[in-house]
């Protein structure tokens, strides 16, 4: 994946606007648009910026790392977890909450579904008792 499309996947995920973006690390909203469609690519400075405004590694962004998580001595993240799979596993915010999706489920769909629902509601209920 491109620096661009890093960047882009990264601000989308955090529900920003190009302009809001562009806001919080202090560059214009027309290089960060020439960023992500890989027209030009962020000096040293900007990608710093980028990476430490997304909690992620330079490597990460420039693509010689596929663990977007800063490597050092921090503390496990559950919601960056989670995160992680949901890339991993390609699953995207808003085809997760699309109504109609979830409407054409199948019945046999829609047990396995209630399955992983029972798996999680135990699951919770053993971490409760810890």
Known sequence: ?????LI??????RN????GLAERVGISRASL???????????Y???RKLADFFEVSTDY??????????TGNEEYDSIEEI?????KYEIDEMSFFDIDKWKSMSPEQIREL?????????????????
């Not at 994946?1 to 499309?5: F, L, R």
């Not at 648009?33 to 000096?43: A, I, L, T, V």
């Not at 995160?83 to 890339?87: H, S």
């Open 8 to 13: 882009t996947k990264l601000r989308k995920k």
């Open 45 to 47: 400075e900007t990608l």
């Open 61 to 70: 962004l420039l693509g010689r790392s596929k663990a977007a998580k800063k």
């Open 16 to 19: 920003l606007t190009q302009e």
């Open 83 to 87: 995160n992680r799979l949901l890339d």
């Open 114 to 130: 209630e399955s992983y629902f029972q798996y999680l509601v135990q699951k919770s209920k053993e971490m409760d008792k810890k």
């Open 1 to 5: 994946m491109s620096v661009g499309n």
């Open 33 to 43: 648009s020439h960023y992500e469609k890989d027209r030009r690519e962020p000096d």
